[in-house]
């Protein structure tokens, strides 16, 4: 059964940065379209960036265009957040998910598109 596996988060000072890293052990990732999003203590879950098999990006959350990318490094078998100027309102647990039914990524984020999502890895910004 296919799971993902989240790393690269940590405490960074506001105005930092951070790359986040999706992965997957025993499965390809290249046919298949990742969704990056997070959720914050007492808030729903929030689409970030999605990005289909053949590298198109989908942005769910206006507040992060501009200072997060995603990207597929097909070679390496993962998909990365990099996220810069990051901001006291970016902390959240962030996880990964394939979409579930297809190879390109929703136009709207929906929970439920996705699956195969991990344990989350924690992003902190503070001083």
């Known amino acids: 059964q296919l799971q993902l596996v989240e790393s690269g988060g940590g405490l960074v000072q506001p105005g930092g940065s951070l790359r986040l890293s999706c992965a997957a052990s025993?499965?390809?990732?290249?046919?298949?379209?990742i969704g990056w999003f997070r959720q914050a203590p007492e808030k729903e879950r929030e689409g970030v960036y999605c990005i289909s098999m053949t590298g198109g990006t989908t942005n769910y959350a206006g507040s992060v265009k501009g200072r997060f990318t995603i990207f597929r490094d097909n070679m390496k078998n993962t998909v990365y957040l990099q996220m810069n100027s990051l901001k006291p309102e970016d902390t959240a647990v962030y996880y990964c998910g394939v979409v579930s039914y297809g190879t390109t990524c929703p136009v709207t984020f929906s929970r439920s598109d996705f699956a195969s999502w991990g344990q989350g890895t924690q992003v902190t910004v503070a001083s």
């Open positions: 025993g499965y390809t990732l290249d046919y298949y379209a």
